[in-house]
Nanobody, 115 residues
């Protein structure tokens, strides 16, 4: 059974930092591209950051220079370090695992940026 479990979401003030984690089980983790998505109320889900099986990373323009995605294949974990948080970063954040044959989603963790 495949599971992706996100954690680390919280209420934080503008300018603050959070580190999201996603724990994977039931997949051969090193083979998968891992993504972080987010969805704000009333908006479409958007891709925030990607890290490939070769640890190549890519970011949405809105988070470049502020967010960093990383992975630990031994622990089957993917992380999203979020710095200089803005009000518009408020959303439910999801991790996704994908390879050529399948994709899986977690349930999400809430990030709220508010003063």
């Amino acid at each position: 059974q495949v599971q992706l479990v996100e954690s680390g979401g919280d209420l934080v003030q503008p300018g603050g930092s959070l580190r999201l984690s996603c724990a994977a089980s039931g997949i051969f983790f090193p083979r998968y591209t891992m993504d972080w998505y987010r969805q704000a109320p009333g908006q479409q889900r958007e891709l925030v950051a990607t890290i490939t099986s070769s640890s190549i990373t890519n970011y949405a323009d809105s988070v470049k220079g502020r967010f960093t995605i990383s992975r630990d294949n031994a622990k089957k974990m993917v992380y999203l370090q979020m710095n200089s948080l803005k009000l518009e970063d408020t959303a439910l954040y999801y991790c996704k695992a994908a390879d050529s044959f399948s994709s899986y989603w977690g349930q999400g963790t809430q990030v709220t940026v508010s003063s």
